[in-house]
């Protein structure tokens, strides 16, 4: 009894900076909750949904993990920018702008898809085929220029900052470097209609972009940032 109170009494507090690490990098996993949506708007997708008997749930659901994905991304780049700031505020400033629009596109995204469940559950039958349909290609749209193009910006301006501050090993800036060209030259090749938003081209040129986000938040919850003179100034501070 008295060696565990001695344990607990010596055990040291989580310091702030390693705290924000771990929330920035609960944050990043969690926006990787709305991978199950591909499946889930499946049924939206279809040219007649509205004229059919549903199903709504998967749609609604699909939404509530997309608006989580959308908060979780304004949380990570909120999280990171007092640290960050401290290599290079404009850029800093704007990873969070672009974080921010790249929410903005995420409800809009939910918006669309959901106005289309309404129509459906309205009734409005064939008169709102058109409509339904409309809706359907402003959230391709949106989605692939924001959901798609937006990531990459935010890549160049948040991995630049880690690459330089050697705050993360300098191999996943790298990593993210990458994806951001990769995921540009998917979005290019959707934009000119050479292949499917949908495509296996598409989701392969999408992995990388999607391994730099992932590996990023695993390293912030089991390592924090590495030793470096932000981290000794803000110890100080």
Request: glycine share 8%; hydrophobic share 55%.
């Amino acid at each position: 009894m008295t060696t565990d109170r001695t344990t607990a009494t010596k055990r040291v507090p989580m310091s702030p900076l390693r705290r924000t690490a771990l929330v920035a990098g609960v944050l990043y996993l969690l926006t990787f909750v709305s991978i199950p949506t591909l499946a889930l708007y499946g049924p939206v997708r279809d040219p007649n949904y509205i004229l059919g008997p549903g199903p709504d749930t998967p749609v609604i659901f699909g939404g509530v993990l997309e608006i989580i994905v959308a908060l979780a991304c304004i949380g990570t780049a909120v999280v990171l920018y007092p640290v960050v700031k401290r290599q290079n505020e404009a850029a800093a400033l704007g990873f969070v702008g672009v974080r921010v629009l790249e929410a903005s596109t995420i409800f809009l995204c939910v918006v669309s898809l959901l106005s289309v469940v309404t129509l459906r559950q309205a009734g409005v039958g064939a008169d709102g085929l058109l409509a339904s349909q409309a809706l359907v290609a402003f959230h391709d749209w949106i989605f692939l220029l924001g959901q798609g193009f937006l990531p990459a910006v935010n890549a160049l301006l948040l991995g630049s900052l880690l690459y330089q501050s050697r705050l993360v090993p300098r191999v996943l800036p790298v990593i993210g470097f990458i994806g951001a060209a990769l995921l540009v030259v998917s979005v290019a090749a959707t934009l000119f209609d050479l292949w499917g938003q949908l495509s296996a081209a598409s989701a392969l040129l999408t992995l990388p972009i999607a391994l730099w986000e992932f590996s990023l938040g695993v390293y912030l919850i089991v390592k924090g940032f590495k030793p470096s003179p932000i981290t000794a100034a803000m110890a100080t501070a």
